[in-house]
């Protein structure tokens, strides 16, 4: 639509299904999750996922950069950016990744506090954006809203007005925040990120920064993983628009008529897709799974592409098994080996990144995975089991 709507609450009726998914929803927010996958584990994974969210949502935007081009680029050993437009690609995926660490950090520093508000978004915007050139997917004010009238590139879509930005974005604002019953917080997330694209508050990285705002938004509104401190779930909120990113424009599209029965369209397509994002979620904290579906097929991978040898394989697999493991644990799968050859083989292992220093365990090792060889075949399990954003590239 080219004229404003009011940003309102709009409700389904009891039989919708999407009151069943609202409900649904709900439980697995205010329940506390568990399970198995041991916290260091659980860190790297999560570390993968948020390598995955940078480049999705940098993908719906139009780059072109692959997972598997990500992943040599993370594993080299010195990253050297230029004015190179391949190296701006690079830089627009680490701009997101900046911007998840600063949303995690504001969020874990005070949750019950936590606030979202003018100041944050710009933040979001200035992360996001900073260093990119203008004829790319730059901004010439990072972190400030528009206050010139723009248009989008093959659309008849006409902008709210340069001028009416700030007021917007304070309706906006207002009301995500306002303290509703908490019944309605799931379609206040759905309803605000339509209300964000379509008030288009920047020139340009608008599309990223809303993707970002909504991961705010989420950790807001309660999910996350307990623990002994705040940790946040590995929840990947781009992939809920980045596998179908045509489905993704067409429901915001429908969206923008701002008819309750459209906008309830756009509230279950989201809603949908978090319920997917959080399931895949409770399969990777169950360590049994995760070992049986990911980690031990990624070892074995990686020893049929000569990746590790035979012994390397055995000590990674008792590694997996035991959580932490220390010299004494492998030695008896490699009797035949001394304590020199042993602990050469371990040293190789850590060199690689294979096995990991274990926290508050001295000379014990767990297994490494974000930044060692075995990130590329655990990223190919993960595409086997449909877990990946961005399906066939690794």
Known sequence: MTEPFS?????????????????????????????????????????????LETLGSARIEGNSTTIAELVDRRQEVELQLDDSSEDEKLLEISNIGNALLFVEGAWSRDPENFRIDHGFVHELHRLTTTGLSL???????????????????????????????????????????????????????????????????????????????????????GFRVGGPRPTTRILNPTAVFCSDRDKYYEMLSRADTGTDVDLLAWCSYMLSGLKIELDKVAKLLDYYW?????????????????????????????????NV???????????????????????????RQLLVPASG???????????SPLLRTVLRQLDRQGFLPIKGEI
């Open 7 to 51: 940003l309102r609450l709009v409700e389904p009726s009891f039989k919708d299904p999407l009151t069943d998914l609202i409900l649904e929803l709900d439980r697995e927010r205010t329940s506390v999750l568990g399970g198995t996958t041991p916290p260091v584990m659980f860190s790297q994974l999560k570390q993968i996922f948020h390598m």
């Open 135 to 221: 004829s790319g997917e730059g901004d010439s004010c990072p972190g400030s809203y528009r206050t010139r009238p723009v248009r989008i590139m093959k659309s008849t879509y006409v902008l709210p007005d340069g001028t009416d930005v700030h007021s917007f974005m304070d309706s906006l604002l207002g009301f995500f925040n306002k303290p509703d019953p908490p019944k309605y917080d799931l379609l206040k997330l759905a309803l605000a990120h339509h209300s964000f694209t379509w008030i288009h508050p920047f020139s340009n990285g608008n599309g990223r920064t809303a993707r970002l705002f909504t991961y705010a938004m989420l950790l807001k509104s």
């Open 290 to 322: 995760l070992k049986k579906n990911i980690l031990v097929p990624a070892i074995v991978e990686l020893h049929q592409k000569n990746g590790i040898s035979n012994h390397e394989r055995t000590i990674l697999l008792i590694a997996l098994d035991k």
């Open 325 to 351: 493991i220390r010299n004494q644990d492998i030695r008896p799968a490699l009797n035949s080996m001394s304590m020199v050859q042993t602990s050469r083989i371990l040293g190789e292992l850590r060199k």
């Open 361 to 371: 365990a001295e000379r014990s090792y767990q297994l490494g995975l974000a930044q």
